[in-house]
């Protein structure tokens, strides 16, 4: 899943904002977590609403088909402050091509997003060895461009488009997803 350009002709860090930073971070933590566990890792989008996080993948037959399953998903979230979409793929380096889980993100009304990632590499035994720091790639397309800020959409109108997912699971807390578990599994990423 490597379709994709992302330009830096800078080697300067902007300051990111801090929700931003976190569904980041938080993506690519959820990302290494499952290639360590031995899992495939699925093109994914994380969402923050409020005080929740909502995950979303986004399997398709090509790189193209996930990165627009992702950005029509993004687009349509209304009452969303920040979100990250996350996938595997390859930054081309100084020192050649690197492989990378990447996570890229935005908030609504930014003209840019951003894209960090996470440098790896398999050893023999295929262990895969990450570096232990994210790593800034550049500017990347803001699939929420176009949205308004959070506080610009009634509570209600937001409850009501999210209402179905927030009761569910994400199933990652150690134990089986269903409805209304309480887990808080929703507001790791906000906290």
Known sequence: MA??????????VPEIPEDLQRVLVFSLDEAKEKVEAGEDLIP?????????LF??????DSAEECFEAAEYTVRGARGAGAYAFCY??????????????IAEGGQPGADTGHAVAYLYTVDDNG?????????????APNFMEALKEPVAYADEEIDEKYADAEDECCGEGGHDAGDGCGCGCHEEAAE
């Open 3 to 12: 379709d994709r350009n992302i330009e830096n002709d800078s080697q300067d």
């Open 88 to 101: 595997d793929g390859y930054i081309e380096t100084d020192d050649g091509v690197k492989d990378a889980l």
């Open 44 to 52: 994914f989008t994380a969402l923050i609403v409020k005080n929740n």
């Open 127 to 139: 262990k895969y060895v990450f570096e232990s720091e994210p790593a800034y790639i550049g500017e």
């Open 55 to 60: 995950l979303e993948s986004h399997p398709g």
